[in-house]
């Protein structure tokens, strides 16, 4: 390609993947705009740099959702942006939380959230499906885990899409600055009540789990807390809200998949798993080039920024044949 690729062009927001196929035949590593990050965008490529930690680090991260008019985020602090061995201690940690008694006993919230919200859906007349059930439902089940008021759903959701939209590569955020730093505190205000009212009162929720889990003796500080709950309640929310929406497209689009997914729903997690790598939830992360090096017959000094383009990454003809096909009857799909 001879000009420099536009992320935010019209035409990569409406349909990136004719783009992605173009960089991956033509320029599989080259520099896009805004920014001046490399995207990576072949799915070899793309594995090895979120597997080599020591020379592409989720430092890249933390300096995307902590700009220096914003400062303090602790989103931007959170095992997102962890290298090994603190991303393992923590996520040890973290893990004691998900056990599948705690999942188990979840199960039956969450099929009772989505019966009642389906109830409400009026019949025969056409529905905000985001606002009716992609949101709802992925906050309601947060807040169930987190002990959070229901009644907050839509602060969570005004939260989360301030914090989201935090991104190098996105327009001029002068006009939003202040909004954004508000959200931050105000955030983190509700949350430090959050803690210290399960300090006084455990209750039965991932929150006093998390407030007890200890490994070698060690448990979470404050700051790991904080930074957890930011993880969960903001990246949990709007990744949720993403997989149900492009889940709904894909039935949509193939309404004979939904006719075999009523029949045996045995074959909904391979769905799931089709979706995820058709229209993966996050299409991009960032990494920071820690030492210099080489990734797809390009040199990379050390501080380059770096795009793992996950998307593109999930459409590889190379590694996936037929890529650009919805098929739940692919064998061996490992989406990233």
């Not at 590889?316 to 096909?325: I, L, N, S, T, V």
């Amino acid at each position: 390609m001879s000009e420099r690729l536009n992320l935010m062009s019209p035409a990569m927001l409406a349909d990136p993947y004719p783009t992605y196929a173009e960089l991956r035949r033509d320029a599989p590593v080259c520099q896009v705009d805004p920014g001046g990050f490399w995207a990576v965008t072949r799915h070899d490529d793309v594995v090895a740099v979120l597997k080599d930690t020591a020379v592409f680090s989720s430092e890249g991260f933390r300096a995307a959702t902590k700009p220096a008019w914003l400062g303090h985020n602790p989103f931007g602090d959170s095992m997102l942006v962890l290298d090994p061995p603190a991303h393992g201690r923590l996520r040890s940690l973290v893990n004691r939380a998900f056990t599948p008694a705690a999942m188990a006993r979840l199960e039956a919230r969450v099929r009772a959230f989505a019966e009642d919200i389906a109830a409400r859906l009026p019949l025969g007349q056409p529905v905000d499906w985001v606002e009716s059930l992609a949101m709802p439902l992925p906050a309601s089940v947060i807040g169930e885990l987190l002990g959070l008021d229901p009644s907050l759903h839509a602060r969570f959701k005004r939260w989360t899409d301030d914090l989201t939209s935090i991104s190098p590569v996105t327009p001029d955020m002068t006009a939003r600055m202040e909004e954004i730093r508000t959200t931050v505190r105000e955030a983190e205000q509700y949350l430090t009540e959050v803690l210290a009212s399960r300090r006084r009162e455990p209750a039965d929720d991932m929150v006093t789990d998390l407030l007890r889990a200890q490994v070698d003796g060690q448990s979470l500080t404050d700051a790991e807390l904080m930074s957890f709950l930011f993880l969960l309640l903001v990246g949990g929310l709007e990744t949720t809200v993403h997989l149900l929406n492009h889940s709904a497209l894909q039935l949509i689009a193939h309404p004979e998949v939904l006719d075999r997914l009523r029949a045996d729903p045995a074959l909904i997690p391979r769905f799931i798993d089709e979706v995820l790598r058709y229209e993966p939830p996050v299409r991009s992360v960032y990494r920071l080039v820690m030492a210099d090096t080489e990734i797809g017959g390009v040199r990379l000094p050390k501080g380059a920024k770096v795009l793992a383009m996950i998307g593109s990454a999930c459409r590889d003809e190379a590694h996936f044949p037929d890529a650009h096909r919805f098929d739940i009857d692919r064998r061996g799909v490992t989406h990233l």
